[in-house]
């Protein structure tokens, strides 16, 4: 749908625009659609490129993308053994059984990777409040993208112990649901008393990110695939205003550079939903490690700001 978009506006303003300005001699006098400006950008929204024309003696129209390059985030959490919510202390011997069922070493750590990714059509309209002086705009318009902004995944270095983790939580469970005497553990073997209150005394297994509005503790397990997984989202549709200003470098004056700041409207504060569907930013409090200063950045800022540079050419 952006492209289509992007396509229909880039198309209308290099091919129709210069037909109908060489035709009108109005459209010269009155310096509408009488040039085409290209544009490259460099900001807080990303990286992107612009076209655009004048609209009227006053106004700018302007179409383009800005996307965010691809950077990691890395976030580190603590795993944890718990009972009826209550952490214990029992990591350790969890980690000698299941290396001896599976061979597998579980770390006491999982390491989640934040991934940003905004891509966005623009279009946008830029007004000059004085004649004399066409150095400074307002803008309003709107950015047009995909409602998924970031996404986290577990470092695939983890993968191993996760899926671990899947193991001996599924393995409690199953003593939990049939006791000792009733089903064998393994083939005819059957667990004695001593061992069965032991293996129930070690508890779940999970990820203590934070915790539930109430006090209760949160703890996220993998899932089936053995993955922890994390999306961000907002509007797809977001209103942008802000103000700029830019000027010629050249005597044609047919370079520009230029400076702008607004902010981009994404619908309140964006939510981030783990893999179970428990959102960290509604859900939870008390969120542990790097992520909380994160969450916090994010919870501070519902709106976006935009600061950009711009160096434009007019092209016709």
Same mark, same amino acid.
């Given at each position: ?29 009155? =310096?509408?659609?009488? /040039?085409?400006?290209?544009? &490259?950008?460099? +900001? !807080?929204?990303?990286? %992107? ?19 965010i ?7 580190d ?42 891509l ?12 004399? =002086?066409?150095?400074? /705009?307002?803008?309003?318009? &709107?950015?047009? +993208? !995909?409602?998924?902004? %970031?996404?986290a ?7 191993s ?22 089903e ?22 999970g ?27 907002? =509007? ?6 802000g103000?700029?200003?830019? +000027? ?28 179970d ?40």
């Open positions: 749908m952006v492209k289509k978009l992007l396509f229909l506006v880039l198309a209308s303003l290099s091919v129709g625009i210069p037909c109908v300005a060489q035709e009108s001699s109005w459209f010269k006098r009155n =310096n509408v659609l009488d /040039h085409v400006d290209v544009a &490259f950008t460099v +900001g !807080s929204p990303g990286l %992107g490129f612009e076209i655009s024309a004048p609209a009227t003696r006053w106004a700018n129209v302007r179409a383009g993308m800005d996307g390059p691809a950077f990691h985030l890395p976030m959490f603590q795993v944890a053994t718990y009972t009826d919510g209550k952490v214990n202390d029992n990591f350790n011997k969890i980690k000698d059984l299941v290396y001896k069922m599976t061979g597998e070493e579980m770390r006491e750590e999982v390491r989640m990777i934040g991934k940003p990714k905004m966005n059509f623009k279009f946008l309209v830029d007004v000059f409040p004085f004649q004399e =002086n066409r150095h400074w /705009h307002f803008t309003a318009g &709107f950015y047009l +993208g !995909s409602s998924k902004i %970031g996404t995944l577990n470092d695939i270095d983890e993968t112990s996760l899926v671990a983790m899947n193991i001996y939580n599924r393995f409690y469970d199953r003593l939990k649901d049939y006791p000792y005497d009733e064998p553990i393994f083939g005819d073997v059957y667990l004695s008393p001593e061992t069965y209150e032991e293996l129930m005394s070690y508890g779940h297994m990820i203590h990110i934070g915790d539930f509005k109430d006090g209760t503790p949160y703890y996220m397990t993998p899932a089936k695939n053995g993955t922890v997984s994390a999306k961000m989202f907002a =509007n797809a549709f977001k209103p942008y205003l103000f700029g200003y830019s +000027g010629a470098v050249d005597k044609q004056k047919r370079l520009n550079v230029g400076v702008e700041a607004g902010v981009l409207l994404w619908g309140g504060v964006p939510n981030v939903v783990l893999h569907g428990i959102s960290m930013t509604k859900d939870l409090v008390n969120v542990r490690g790097r992520v909380r200063s994160y969450l916090n950045f994010i919870k501070a800022l519902p709106v976006y700001p935009c600061v950009s540079f711009k160096i434009s050419y007019n092209i016709l």
